[in-house]
């Protein structure tokens, strides 16, 4: 996962002119400018269409000048990817994005209508329309800039919200629909956010915010108010599924504050002047006064390990190891080396388990490459990270746990950290009283 | 229908640039350019797709330039004009329109996928993409340009296969999608033809060609080997669902072969090769060696007459009937006005059945102005038209009709005629008798 999220560059960063200089706090926005995105249950049928039209009037009459990102329908993407497949297992990525782009098309169109329904200024956006531009990359693409002059523009003469269709841009070169991947609509949002100079990017999920930990494991669990973008980052990487990486690394990199709240609320039911609705707002380091040592406990049992064992300490060697499972398209996660003693070491690393097979079978035929003398693998292994901004200023974090499951006999596998994390890999079996032995730990349990 | 369909002008001609001097009449195409149409029933899932697929690799192995317009799945159109209206009952056109241009999308790129499974070089285009300039009369809107040089530089480059989203286009002053109305992938279908010069534009329908009349009517009905392109469109106007009425204009206009052709065909028993498959060739009188005196028989059940008795015969009385119907949006059919007798005459006009109420209350409200003494109306009558360019050089043909439909007591409400046609108005009860006495009149059963 690392390499992957912190390994490619940032082609969107150079393109945008972005301007948040107004960020103005956790006080309800006066007359400001607003992204809300809807994934593919808040608009699954032409009911729950009609009540996101009403979670966006409430906005306007707030006087907000809105932008709203939609998902296909929900079920939908699934059915264009599976008529794509039958056509034929091994397509051209262009026409898949062709294929599959329409779903968001359609819900943009649904949405306008309901919209205008209700009074309401409005047109739709598709991604070619703006132009969202994106990177070649089809079926997985980036975006690389977004022209959100004219949107700006509707919403100073006639204040018309603008009904963008998301998950998808355009390659100008070649003319061609192209899609960013699953999950690609908060990537949409929060890029877009960034290009029109919203003051905030609301994401409407099932969840109604992001926890301490996932509630289902600990009931105790807590709703996080504010979480900094990079506390965000290590908890969507490390497990949490509330919303894209990629979207969190946008948001990070422009200064878009991303609010996390739930579609289910009723919109009659919100204030948009009160402080601030139910939710998690995902913000930049400064906007958090006070900030927890420890913010969330982040898990993940879809893992494998490897351990290569006793390889010559020699410059090369890792390469060797990481090459070939790169170019296999394997993403690595963990990785742990020790300090080697007597001229050997071992490489321990960590692979999502459905690519244990392939990334096994890699090593073992890079043997002669590698050149080590066993290889030791378990696929019955969990990963629990602890993550938090504090732990930046607060010595001894990652000690507390460590004697905290000693107590719970849990045998930590391997431990990596970084600035504001630590991650142990532990039997799967132990996941759940892993967690809530930390959870406790920390400080997180609800009163 | 006249009024609408004779009354618009064509602003598609002036903006093709069109070349047909290669007409290779009935002889099969050696090496020449195809425009292959094919419906919603022939894309209805996939495997029908992919049976489509084999349909275009045929010709393409047979050397040809292939460009493929589709429709939308079969039902996909109808599920999203449903969600439309269910969204707002008055809906955006505009909105309606990105809505609906998305079932071709999916088909165009389903379609390419298919193609490439059988290693023939093909992509998916979008109106927007090509582009099909539009009117911005959405939901209906008319094709106003296309440029088709991208798409002949490919099949020059690299013999690659267009698969065309039918339907479509783009208003391209607004940049928003638009569509042409039901049944426009056939327009489109012809205007492709036109603007990439192609030799021939095949309508693969559900239907095997073009019948001297409807064959559930008169089993023994013929298959037409060519029809012209005039006679085409009184049929296809008379009530011959076979064609949408402005592909066959367009083709008239830039004299593009419209073949009309079964997608039931099993594309292994086609050899394209061979002189003409079965099917009816649209094409120029000039193409059609000998002509039958009449062509075909049309007929049509849904129509209403209103006669307004007894009005004054002086300057603009037509105009105080027909401009509040027009304005109402009532396309009128027939109009019969007799010689006057005592300075007043007596004016027979028929709309659709659907229209009919409509037409009544407008003539009911406007009887100041018009100044008709009584109005008599029926909604149980027929429209017979007998069609044939050889009406032209052949007197007398109207006459035999009269005299054979006496002869079986059918009584004739009301005449018009024209150069290649002339229509009768009759009780709908011998709508059957009527076409089966003439059909047989004429010399048009089959052996």
Same mark, same amino acid.
């Given at each position: 996962?690392?390499?992957?999220?912190?390994?490619?560059?940032?082609?969107?960063?150079?393109?945008?002119?972005?301007?948040?200089?107004?960020?103005?706090?956790?006080?309800?926005?006066?007359?400001?400018?607003?992204?809300?995105?809807?994934?593919?249950?808040?608009?699954?049928?032409?009911?729950?269409?009609?009540?996101?039209?009403?979670?966006?009037?409430?906005?306007?009459? $707030?006087?907000?000048?809105?932008?709203?990102?939609?998902?296909?329908?929900?079920?939908?993407?699934?059915?264009?990817?599976?008529? $794509?497949?039958?056509?034929?297992?091994?397509?051209? $990525?262009?026409?898949?994005?062709?294929?599959?782009?329409?779903?968001?098309?359609?819900?943009?169109?649904?949405?306008?209508? $309901?919209?205008?329904?209700?009074?309401?200024?409005?047109?739709?956006?598709?991604?070619?329309?703006?132009?969202?531009?994106?990177?070649?990359?089809?079926?997985?693409?980036?975006?690389?800039?977004?022209?959100?002059?004219?949107?700006?523009?509707?919403?100073?003469?006639?204040?018309?919200?603008?009904?963008?269709?998301?998950?998808?841009?355009?390659?100008?070169?070649?003319?061609?629909?192209?899609?960013?991947?699953?999950?690609?609509?908060?990537?949409?949002?929060?890029?877009?956010?960034?290009?029109?100079?919203?003051?905030?990017?609301?994401?409407?999920?099932?969840?109604?915010?992001?926890?301490?930990?996932?509630?289902?494991?600990?009931?105790?669990?807590?709703?996080?108010?504010?979480?900094?973008?990079?506390?965000?980052?290590?908890?969507?990487?490390?497990?949490?599924?509330?919303?894209?990486?990629?979207?969190?690394?946008?948001?990070?990199?422009?200064?878009?504050?991303?609010?996390?709240?739930?579609?289910?609320?009723?919109?009659?039911?919100?204030?948009?002047?009160?402080?601030?609705?139910?939710?998690?707002?995902?913000?930049?380091?400064?906007?958090?006064?006070?900030?927890?040592?420890?913010?969330?406990?982040?898990?993940?049992?879809?893992?494998?390990?490897?351990?290569?064992?006793?390889?010559?300490?020699?410059?090369?060697?890792?390469?060797?190891?990481?090459?070939?499972?790169?170019?296999?398209?394997?993403?690595?996660?963990?990785?742990?080396?020790?300090?080697?003693?007597?001229?050997?070491?071992?490489?321990?690393?960590?692979?999502?388990?459905?690519?244990?097979?392939?990334?096994?079978?890699?090593?073992?035929?890079?043997?002669?490459?590698?050149?080590?003398?066993?290889?030791?693998?378990?696929?019955?292994?969990?990963?629990?990270?602890?993550?938090?901004?504090?732990?930046?200023?607060?010595?001894?974090?990652?000690?507390?746990?460590?004697?905290?499951?000693?107590?719970?006999?849990?045998?930590?596998?391997?431990?990596?950290?970084?600035?504001?994390?630590?991650?142990?890999?532990?039997?799967?079996?132990?996941?759940?009283?892993?967690?809530?032995?930390?959870?406790?730990?920390?400080?997180?349990?609800?009163?």
């Amino acid at each position: 996962m690392y390499s992957r999220l912190f390994g490619a560059a940032l082609p969107f960063c150079a393109e945008l002119i972005f301007d948040n200089a107004h960020i103005i706090g956790t006080a309800p926005l006066i007359m400001g400018r607003l992204v809300m995105k809807f994934g593919g249950t808040s608009v699954a049928n032409i009911e729950r269409i009609k009540n996101v039209a009403l979670h966006v009037k409430r906005e306007v009459d $707030a006087g907000h000048d809105v932008a709203v990102v939609v998902s296909a329908m929900s079920g939908k993407t699934n059915e264009l990817v599976g008529w $794509a497949a039958e056509a034929s297992p091994l397509h051209d $990525a262009r026409e898949y994005d062709a294929i599959v782009a329409s779903g968001e098309q359609v819900t943009s169109g649904l949405l306008a209508i $309901a919209l205008q329904a209700l009074g309401i200024q409005a047109r739709s956006w598709q991604g070619w329309q703006i132009p969202i531009q994106t990177s070649d990359a089809h079926a997985s693409a980036r975006i690389t800039g977004i022209d959100g002059s004219e949107i700006i523009k509707r919403f100073k003469e006639r204040k018309e919200v603008a009904v963008i269709a998301g998950f998808q841009g355009i390659h100008e070169a070649t003319g061609r629909i192209a899609t960013l991947g699953r999950g690609g609509s908060d990537t949409s949002a929060v890029a877009i956010a960034a290009a029109i100079h919203a003051d905030r990017c609301d994401i409407y999920t099932d969840v109604d915010g992001v926890y301490t930990t996932d509630p289902r494991v600990v009931p105790k669990a807590k709703r996080l108010a504010k979480v900094a973008f990079e506390e965000m980052l290590e908890m969507a990487s490390q497990g949490a599924k509330v919303l894209q990486v990629r979207s969190v690394e946008l948001g990070m990199v422009h200064n878009v504050r991303i609010f996390v709240r739930s579609s289910f609320d009723k919109p009659e039911d919100i204030n948009p002047h009160a402080n601030q609705p139910p939710g998690t707002l995902i913000c930049s380091e400064e906007e958090i006064m006070e900030s927890q040592v420890v913010t969330g406990i982040a898990f993940s049992k879809d893992e494998a390990q490897i351990s290569v064992r006793q390889i010559e300490d020699k410059p090369g060697v890792a390469a060797a190891i990481f090459g070939p499972l790169s170019e296999g398209n394997i993403n690595v996660d963990m990785i742990v080396q020790n300090v080697s003693q007597d001229g050997t070491t071992d490489l321990t690393f960590t692979v999502p388990a459905s690519d244990y097979e392939r990334a096994k079978d890699i090593i073992v035929k890079s043997k002669a490459k590698i050149g080590y003398t066993r290889l030791d693998t378990a696929t019955d292994v969990a990963k629990v990270s602890v993550i938090g901004i504090g732990m930046r200023s607060h010595a001894g974090v990652a000690a507390q746990a460590f004697a905290a499951l000693a107590e719970r006999n849990v045998n930590i596998r391997a431990i990596t950290t970084s600035e504001i994390k630590f991650s142990l890999l532990i039997d799967a079996a132990y996941t759940e009283l892993a967690v809530r032995t930390l959870h406790t730990l920390y400080g997180l349990d609800q009163a």
